[in-house]
């Protein structure tokens, strides 16, 4: 499946891809960003947590962020479950056409959604990102515990100065990969269900990712 998206998304995408991270101490409001419209490609979107169809993009008109919304990503254990239910995963594959003179990396990334967690279950949500064809991938796990019914919410943010960047003048796929994984624990799946969900019934749920952007060297 492959879709083309303009402006902020392109930027967005790209950035997301470069990786996230711990604490961030750059306000993006104060970075450079290119003028011109940025392109992304979404080259493809695998997963059986993001089913074509199911996953959508939407990019900041002032290129500093992105979103992607999921209809259908849920784990979930318990008496009705498939054994494959347990782990549900979805990798974005981007390619980015940027403005010349300009790289991009992610800052910051923020994933919603909601849990229903039995006492003794756990829940990971998991993210990594990586360029095509380098060797730096960025991962970042979150756990939650039971018992568990509510939202969550998990931010992975990036110092500034360990940003991952885009290299200048090239084109590569940014990969984006996550997972959300129940455990049973000491709960009993036979009679008991628990379930995260990545997924929203409207907007207002989504995964953020913010972008920074940096001026390439001028080449002589």
């Not at 910051?108 to 959604?113: C, K, T």
Request: proline content about 7%; aromatic content about 10%.
């Amino acid at each position: 499946m492959k879709r083309v998206m303009t402006g902020g998304a392109a930027a967005a995408l790209l950035l997301a891809l470069a990786g996230p991270a711990h604490s961030s101490s750059a306000d993006v409001s104060t970075l450079p960003t290119p003028p011109d419209k940025i392109v992304i490609e979404l080259v493809t979107v695998n997963g059986s947590g993001c089913p074509e169809g199911t996953a959508t993009v939407d990019v900041a008109p002032d290129n500093t962020a992105f979103t992607v919304t999921y209809s259908d990503y849920l784990a979930h254990i318990g008496p009705d479950s498939a054994a494959t239910d347990f782990r549900k995963n979805c990798q974005l594959s981007l390619r980015a056409h940027v403005p010349g003179g300009f790289t991009y990396a992610i800052i910051q990334a923020d994933y919603r959604g909601y849990a229903l967690l039995q006492p003794g279950a756990n829940a990971v949500e998991r993210a990594g990102y990586y360029f095509q064809g380098m060797p730096q991938t960025t991962q970042r796990s979150h756990r939650f515990d039971g018992p568990y019914d509510d939202n969550w919410q998990a931010t992975d943010r990036t110092e500034y100065s360990d940003l991952v960047w885009a290299p200048c003048g090239e084109k590569r796929n940014f990969n984006i990969n996550t997972e959300l994984r129940v455990n049973p624990g000491t709960s009993n799946p036979r009679t008991q269900t628990s379930f995260m969900t990545m997924d929203s019934t409207d907007a207002s749920v989504s995964t953020v990712y913010h972008v920074a952007w940096k001026e390439c060297p001028e080449t002589p």
